[in-house]
């Protein structure tokens, strides 16, 4: 049972949207309302029951595609890389209602961090887990042979040379 009241849960939501807003205004994670950030972030490892339905809240209210990727690139893939064995069927139950959430839910990442029975789970709903490294751009290859100073720098990244 949440520890949270259903004033409190929207309270949060719309703060924590609202930071998440000017964070994408200002370019930086150092925007106001940083609290509302912190305050769902220990819920969610702490107190998973009461960041649910915030969760919940968030997705029905994010107005933009930008605020749904926030909503699951954060509290929503913590609650899965940390509590999926509890939220489990209740995440399939509203990916089954509600496309929104669906959408969300596809926005997760979490190769690593969500058990391979969860993701069989949830992959008949669109989600298909991410390697970060592998969403990154690929890195031109160079061409030619390394030379041998460039393979000591490698192997010696505080040798600096001497002129």
Known sequence: ?????????????????????????????RAEGFESWNRLTDLVWNDPESAWPVIL???????????????????LEEL?????????????????KDVKFRKCLCGVWGWFSIAAVIQTRLQQ???????????????????????????KERQWPNNRRRR
Not at 2 to 28: F, H, M
Not at 57 to 75: H, K, R, Y
Request: glycine share 4%; charged share 25%.
């Open 1 to 29: 049972m949440p520890n949270i009241s259903d004033a409190e849960a929207k309270e949060l939501a719309a703060a924590w949207l609202a930071y998440q807003r000017r964070c994408d205004a200002v370019g930086t994670a």
């Open 125 to 151: 709903y669109g989600w298909r887990p991410v390697h970060k490294k592998s969403a990154q751009a690929p890195r031109k290859q160079r061409r030619g042979p390394k030379s041998r100073t460039h393979l």
């Open 57 to 75: 809240l968030m997705i029905e209210v994010a107005s933009t595609d930008s605020l749904l990727q926030d909503v699951a690139a954060g509290p």
């Open 80 to 96: 899965l890389s940390n509590h999926a064995h509890d939220f489990i069927d209740r995440i399939e139950d509203h990916a089954r």
